[in-house]
Each structure stands twice: as structure tokens, then as C-alpha cells.
């Protein structure tokens, strides 16, 4: 295995002494009656014709739905405190700790032109991943369900910059290339799966496709584990099936939950998620790593830090943000405005996605962040003196499911990666601003009504 951080294997009691003396002492019943136990299991999954795949998405399932049910009742939740101290690990990382990594051999990167399939590519990171790929050669299929989570004309809009770049792409090379192929429906449906793998055999997969959103999770998580946790199984067992030869698939700095580290790090545990949109991306992590283990798939997780940027989700707050500044509206600041984000320029996130792909790592969770962290106050500043207007604020309570901190240990990504984040803040508010103002008019004029 590549890493020494990866999800800990369950240790039974087995590695007991006493389960392994010879001769006729307790130990030796032990051993048969399990091995009997074993036997009797094997041959129960198959009369039910139960696979690994099915018996690992069945579980996943059945933990989740206990989730569902939780938040879904009556009742008030329990908070943690009730059961006593929390199951977290008390290690915390205070500082970046690249001596974690230093012994896990780099994987060079592929440098050869790819076929390269990238789910929700109609989307902000998706999007800006495919025209990267467009532009230094590569051959993008996109798959897209272009939900209505957004405006779906901007999902559009996207689409038609890709067509645009793919053109321009075929007229500086001379050439009539198939470089981009659009496939509009959802990764769940696996007759239109099973083509597009079919038609286009892509030997690389970009999974970024999934349901958006802490807030709205709260209020529907069973359509989050669709989207979010069957959808990307799917993704796992198609890139099995085709033998893709690396699969790179978006989670979120939303597992960290509430840490307690001032640097999150891909050592911590993070099994507490906060909300179902946390705990679906934490899900399809230890998916990943089983798919890994079982069918020996080279499988990289990418948990990204507050993106954002031109053509940035419009219910993030950067473009919330600018936007009601930009046209004299009231904003809400959820707390008291000393929460803290690891805002992360859409360029840096492109470019780790891009190494990601690059490198094939048998598995790996690479942090994808900025490495320091803007309060929410700084944050308003900032927009402020680049809008030129000054914000309207109105304080609202603290949100469920929002974390007070966010701040990325980058040190994995850089040494295993060749990852290096270089727009700092005040660069990439001003590049924002610049931005939408040229789409939307200098004072916002121009926003789909």
C-alpha cells in the first residue's frame, strides 16, 4: 500500500496468542468454530449470489439510511456530548507535517495525450477541469444530468465554452479531431453509462459530478445518497468494468467536521461528519479505498477547499457575496463573522485536479486548498474595496452543519503532486469581481432574472 494513512483495517481479536497455540487447548476450538462461521458465510453469499460489490454497497447503503432516519426523526438530536467524550482522535495538527509523507514513493506523471470522461462538467470546477484538459490536447467526454440546483443556463453557458475551446482547439492544430463528446443524463442510469464507456472507452476518469450544498442536505440527505454516494459507486464500478487506468474523484473539506487542528490534515480522523453532505463524501472515500483493495484500482480522492472564482456557483458566497454588493443588496453573514474559510482560487484547484489525474496513485486523499484561511469579516472587506460599494449586512444566527474553520495542510498534495497554490486571496477577489462585472455589468444589471 501507498500510504500508511489510509482508512485502518478492523483488527479482531484473533491476534490473540491464545487463538494460535497448538495442541488441544481453547484456542484451537476457536479457530474452527470461526473458520466454520467463515465457511457457513461464503456459502450463505452464494446461494444469494452476493458479490463484494454487493455486499460493500449494501452495507454503505444500510449505514446511511441509519443516518437518514436519525435526522429525519421527530426528536431532537443527541449531541455527542451525551455519549460522553467525543470518538475523534485528540491528536490535532497545529502545524503542516510533511514528515508524514516523506518515505510514500512519487508516481511520475503520464504525460501522454488521454481520453479523459469527466462527470458534472457542466458545473464551476468541472467545467474549468475540461477546458484545462482541452487545451493542452486531451479528448473530453463529458457527462452532465445539468440539474436544476443552479441556474441551469449557466451549466449551459459552460457546455458552450467547451464546445467553443474544443473548435478553437481543431483550428489552431488543422485538424477535424472528435475532441469533445456531451452526454446529457445521469451516471445512476447505467444503460447511457454503458454506452458512453462502449462508444468512448476513456482510459481516464474524472468523477466531479454530486449534489452540492451542507444546507440543503439537511433538508433532503436521501437525494444526497443518490447522487452522492450510489451515483459515484457507479462511477467505481464502470471504471472497473472498462479497466480505466485512474480514476479521480471530488470529495470535500467538509469532512474535517470540526476539527480541532489549526491545519487540517489527511491524517486526521474523520469519521464525525456534521451534516449528510459531509458524511455521503466521506462515504465514497471508503468506497474508494475498498474498490482499491478489492479489484487493485488506482483511485485518488480530492478534498477541496471553498472554491472559487469567474463562473463560480452561484449559491457560494463569493458570488453571493459580489453579486448583492454589485447591485446594493442586503448580504447575510451567518455568525459573528470570525468563522474561517481556506478560500481556494478555481486556477490552484484546476491545476491539483490536473496532477491528479496525471498520477496514477494506487490510492491516495489529497488535501486541495489555498493553506491559509480568510475570516468571514476580511472576506467582506476585501469584496467591499473591489466592488466599491459598501456591503449591507444583516447578522443572521450560526447555520447548522457549517463548521466555524477551515484551513488545509497542503504538504501530500505538494510533495506527491508537485502541488502549489499561487493566487493569494486579494488576487482572486479582484480577478472575481473583474469577471463578473464583464458577464453581468458594472452594476449587476445583467443577471439571469
Not at 473539506?253 to 487542528?261: A, I, K, L, P
Amino acid at each position: 500500500m501507498s500510504s500508511p494513512f489510509v482508512p485502518h483495517k478492523r483488527v479482531s481479536n484473533d491476534t490473540d496468542s491464545s487463538f494460535h497455540q497448538e495442541g488441544n487447548g481453547p484456542g484451537v476450538h476457536q479457530i474452527s468454530s470461526k473458520k466454520k462461521k467463515l465457511a457457513s458465510l461464503r456459502m450463505m453469499a452464494a446461494r444469494m449470489n452476493l458479490t463484494p460489490t454487493k455486499i460493500v454497497v449494501s452495507l454503505v447503503a444500510l449505514v446511511l439510511v441509519i443516518l437518514v432516519l436519525c435526522l429525519e426523526s421527530d426528536s431532537e438530536l443527541i449531541s455527542a456530548q451525551s455519549f460522553g467524550p467525543s470518538l475523534r482522535s485528540q491528536k490535532v495538527f497545529t502545524k503542516p507535517s510533511p514528515h508524514l509523507w516523506k518515505d510514500i514513493p512519487i508516481v511520475p506523471p503520464d504525460t501522454n495525450q488521454k481520453k479523459v470522461l469527466v462527470t458534472g462538467a457542466g458545473g464551476f470546477i468541472g467545467s474549468s477541469v475540461a477546458y484545462k484538459l482541452l487545451e493542452r490536447g486531451d479528448k473530453v467526454i463529458v457527462v452532465d444530468e445539468m440539474n436544476d440546483y443552479y441556474d441551469v443556463r449557466i451549466k449551459e453557458a459552460n457546455l458552450e465554452i467547451l464546445r467553443q475551446k474544443a473548435k478553437e482547439m481543431n483550428e489552431k492544430d488543422g485538424a477535424m479531431k472528435r475532441r469533445l463528446e456531451i452526454y446529457i443524463g445521469d451516471i445512476n442510469d447505467h444503460d447511457l453509462m454503458k454506452s458512453v464507456f462502449e462508444r468512448e472507452n476513456p482510459d481516464y476518469v474524472c468523477h466531479l459530478a454530486a449534489r452540492a450544498g451542507v444546507r440543503p442536505s439537511i433538508q433532503d440527505p436521501l437525494l444526497y445518497v443518490r447522487a452522492n454516494v450510489q451515483g459515484s459507486t457507479n462511477m467505481l464500478n464502470y471504471s472497473r468494468d472498462y479497466n480505466v487506468k485512474n480514476i479521480v474523484v471530488a470529495s470535500s473539506s467538509s469532512v474535517y467536521g470540526e476539527s480541532g487542528s489549526t491545519f487540517f490534515s489527511e491524517a486526521e480522523d474523520v469519521n464525525e461528519p456534521v451534516s449528510p453532505y459531509a458524511a455521503t463524501k466521506r462515504s465514497v472515500e471508503l468506497i474508494s479505498y475498498t474498490y482499491h483493495h478489492l479489484y487493485n484500482m488506482n483511485i485518488t480522492n480530492l478534498r477541496f477547499f471553498t472554491v472559487y472564482g469567474p463562473r463560480g456557483r452561484p449559491d457560494m458566497a463569493p458570488f453571493i457575496f459580489i453579486s448583492r454588493v454589485t447591485r446594493g443588496e442586503e448580504i447575510e453573514q451567518y455568525g459573528d463573522g470570525s468563522t474561517s474559510r481556506d478560500y481556494t482560487y478555481i486556477d490552484d484547484i484546476v491545476d491539483g485536479v490536473i496532477r491528479a489525474i496525471d498520477r496514477p496513485y494506487p490510492y491516495q486523499i489529497f488535501n486541495l486548498g489555498k493553506g491559509s484561511g480568510t475570516n468571514l469579516g476580511e472576506f467582506i472587506e476585501l469584496i467591499e474595496k473591489h466592488v466599491g460599494k459598501k456591503a449591507n449586512i444583516k447578522v443572521m444566527p450560526a447555520q447548522p452543519g457549517d463548521v466555524p474553520f477551515t484551513n488545509a495542510d497542503v504538504s501530500k498534495a505538494r510533495r506527491l503532486l508537485g502541488y502549489e497554490p499561487h493566487i493569494p486571496m486579494e488576487e482572486g477577489i479582484i480577478k472575481t469581481v473583474a469577471w463578473f462585472k464583464e458577464t453581468y455589468g458594472e452594476d449587476g444589471e445583467k443577471m439571469f432574472g
